[in-house]
């Protein structure tokens, strides 16, 4: 089941629809909303799309109201909001009550330090997580340490990405810590940061050890050839690994030379490292 944006009108009295008016009379009564909007969810698999629609702190906290009445919700997107720290911990509060839910998208939302502290506070209890988007945020070193500290109890966690989100070497280095435990994690997306050799240098010391790791980007980040060696050094030990992307780096020919070479020696691996 999919709802659209008619359940954003639904709870935002400044876009009250004519239906929600002949349903719930006057804007602003969320308490009389709860039963209908509970309701909704009746069916399995419930998924309530609300991209882009004008969501902020405010209308985050109405959300978060019926969201822990919403056994089936399987699936929520709220990409390209406003939502940010505050709206974030709102959500965050009642996340855990989402038995069902195992998809959240919160990209490009404004999210910092302080929100991905909230939500990390709280992944530990989303037993049904499977797919964590928070792309486009602001979450930084801070946030990618307090990510890094409950990874390691999501287990069913498959897809991370955390593309365009400030993390530099510092953050790569705490998330490369706990991606050893992280026993179901597939995809990990860490494009367009700031992380430079020292990070790259860190994730390699434990790509051997991610067993389910199939998809690692580093795209436009700030790895030299010095950081593209030591992850030369030992792709050639990651069995599971399919899909490397280096592109738009700070690779120079050596760099380039040592992933050619490793990509003739792992044929079942394909790295993309396109130069600037």
């Known amino acids: 089941m999919r709802v659209h944006t008619t359940a954003l009108e639904y ?9 929600e008016a002949r349903v719930v009379g006057a804007p602003g009564t969320m ?23 004008g969501i902020g702190a405010e209308e985050a906290g109405k959300l978060a109201a019926v969201l822990g009445q919403c056994a089936s919700l399987a699936h929520l997107d709220l990409c390209g909001n406003s939502i940010g720290d505050e709206g974030v911990g709102k959500l965050a509060a009642v996340l855990g009550q989402c038995a ?3 998809h959240l998208d919160l990209q490009k939302n404004g999210i910092g330090g302080e929100g991905a502290r909230a939500l990390a506070a709280v992944l530990g ?5 499977v797919h964590l988007d928070l792309c486009g945020n602001k979450i930084g070193d801070e946030g990618a340490r307090a990510l890094a500290a409950v990874l390691g109890q999501c287990a ?16 790569a280095g705490v998330l490369a810590a706990v991606l050893g435990q992280c026993a179901s994690l597939a995809h990990l997306d860490l494009c367009e940061n700031r992380i430079g050799d020292e990070g790259a240098g860190k994730l390699a010391a434990v790509l051997g050890q991610c067993a389910s790791l199939a998809h690692l980007d580093l795209r436009a980040n700030w790895i030299g050839d010095t950081g593209v060696g030591k992850l030369a050094a030992v792709l050639g030990q990651c069995a599971s690994l399919a899909h490397l992307d280096l592109g738009w780096n700070e690779i120079g020919a050596e760099g380039a030379g040592r992933l050619a070479a490793v990509a003739k020696s792992c044929p079942s691996l394909t790295i993309l490292f396109e130069r600037r």
Not at 166 to 171: N, R
Request: glycine letters at 6%; one cysteine or more.
């Open 125 to 129: 209890q989303c037993a049904s997580l």
């Open 156 to 171: 069913s966690l498959v897809h991370l990405d955390l593309c365009g989100n400030k993390i530099g070497d510092e953050g």
């Open 11 to 19: 709870i935002s009295p400044s876009r009250l629809s004519a239906f």
């Open 31 to 53: 308490r009389t909303q709860l039963p209908l909007f509970v309701h909704i969810f009746d069916n399995e698999d419930a998924h309530l799309d609300l991209r882009a629609s």
């Open 100 to 102: 069902s839910l195992a």
